[in-house]
């Protein structure tokens, strides 16, 4: 069966796949056009080193033929000045079209690379990547994959082409004298192996410090800018500035030292080459082949040998940046094959009642003490639940449960009678609306903002909606988020349960949907949810009038039942509502209190008033 992923146990990103999973459907998707990049570098290296060869070989030619009238005469001026001007107009376009194509490759490789990450990382979640800084994030996503275009541009392109255009080269040398060719060869290959001994090492510990430390500033930086408020007021932003300094010098130290290397191993390039140079000087001297004097032909093979430099040059770079990329490219293997925590199935049954069962539930965060003991729980359809308890008691767990963002450790959850795991990550998403403690503001329109939940909407219901929430002194229009209209904690909360009233889902989740609300909001805002559980006139007053006396007032649990008979839940959403505040207890067909992981009192508010006298106390309070 089909799966995608979803987020799931253990903390942070940790690769335990091989990169073949994404690097070579990547290489093969563009395939052709690396290719074609690598086939135009290769031109361009012989087209370029055939100019020079000829060009040497030429004006060679040309001065030992002006040494008499007869072979002046004889001379072919024509055709080898042709080959040149052909050479050097076939070296410009096919460079020309080597750095079109590569780049194109690449930038192309690059966003499926990122498509690819961001499918990967979209289904890893909040639970996965809780471990994962944000500006961790972001460097993984953009740096490091930007650091992969070494991979091909200047690893695989230079590499390749170094070893193709030696082997056309001595291939063509060796026709003229294989002793000679061997040697170049030989030598040829000798310095490109020192380049790799000398460079890989000394530029390893700087390359990963490079990237590593560009992570770190990265980091630092976001975190600074995010928390510049909180920094002015404790006064510690130069401090903090001072730290980032710091950070910053570390990474331009590795840059320094790769620059360094990058010259270092240019200088002792040339130096390798210089003395292949020489050889080849000597060895020609005594003849090329049977050319005995070589006469122009020595000088066709010094400018080859020459020439040759255009080869060896690049792989001084690609060998200083290679651990630095190889950095990256694990980083962002890691990325890529986070494995999936929860499996969801691409294809499963509909939610139709939002029945909720929970059997001997156990639950903990990896590496950490159980949160959650023996749960049991169930929510019939159209029944309204209280879960309360006090902070850290592991209401907002049992949710996370419930919507698959962590997977039970022990027992099983069954939704309308089966296993969460039947349904697909979509229609589990369709059928529960959750209302989080941090309600999310973009930066887009009101408009967009509350269409996030259901992008059918028209304007009139989103009116509609906003009024019933009291948001209806903002215009749809209305900037929010950044660099737009800030909303007030109280006003962002009513933008989360505008967000819930908008969708129609048999489940409802609610995690202190009411938190840093005055009592009478709070009040208004329960009733709003409660009748839009119950599929009833969500501006009935007298209900408004029921919970608001409720939130301070005894004798509720005798008003409650007139106004609100328990039993209407039942047509309409499951719900299920964490609380701190006893507000509305009245209006739930049960209260769970759970305490330390465990439920130790369960039953309606009347019930509890009466044999848990905690509650009765809390209640009272
Ligand atoms: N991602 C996590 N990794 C490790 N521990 C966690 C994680 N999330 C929560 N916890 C811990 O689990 C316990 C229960 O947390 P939970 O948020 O479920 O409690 P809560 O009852 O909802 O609290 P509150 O009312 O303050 O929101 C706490 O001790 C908390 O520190």
Known sequence: MMTSRGPGMGAGIRSNTSSSDWLWPLLKRHSLMMLLGLLLSLLALLTGMGLLSLSGWFLSATALAGLTVTTAQAFNFFTPAGGVRALSIARTASRYGERLVTHEATFRALTTLRSLAWQALLPLGEARLGGVRRGELLNRLVADIDTLDHLYL??????????LGLLTLLGMLAWLDPALALILGTGLLFSALCLLLLTYPLGRKAAQGQVQGRRNYRVALLEFISAQGELALFGATDRYRAALDELELGWQHCQRQLAALA??????????HGALVLLILLLVSNGVGSNQPPGALAALVLFVALSTMELLSPLST??????????????????????????????????????????????????????????????????CTALIGKTGSG????????????????????LDGLPLAAYSEAELRRAITVVSQRVHVFS?????????ANEAATDAELT?????????????????????????????????????????????LLDEPTEGLDRHTEAQMLRLLLAHCRGGDESASENQDVIENQAGAEGLAERSPKALAKGECKQGRTLLMISHRLTAMAQMDQICVLEQGQIVARGDHGQLLSEFAPYARQYRR
């Open 395 to 414: 209401k907002s767990s049992l949710l996370a449960l419930l919507t698959r963002s962590w997977e039970p450790v022990h027992g099983e959850i069954l």
């Open 263 to 272: 010259g270092l191993s240019q200088g002792f390039t040339i130096l390798l």
């Open 318 to 383: 690609a060998f200083a940046q290679l651990a630095g990329t190889l950095e990256a490219a694990n980083r962002v293997d890691d990325l890529l094959t986070a494995p999936p925590g929860v499996e969801f199935v691409s294809q499963g049954p509909t939610v139709t009642e939002g029945r909720i069962e929970l059997r001997d539930v156990d639950f903990a965060y990896p590496d950490c003490a159980p949160v959650l003991k023996g749960i049991s729980l169930e929510l019939a359809p159209g029944s």
């Open 464 to 508: 509609a909606v906003l009024a019933k929430v009291d948001l209806g002194h903002l215009a749809l229009d209305a900037w929010l988020g950044d660099g737009g209209r800030p909303l007030s904690g109280g006003e962002t909360r009513r933008l989360g349960i505008a967000r819930a009233l908008l969708r129609d889902s048999p489940i409802l």
């Open 444 to 452: 887009a329109s009101l408009r967009d903002n509350l269409l996030l």
């Open 154 to 163: 200047r690893l695989a392109v230079p590499l390749l082409s170094f070893l």
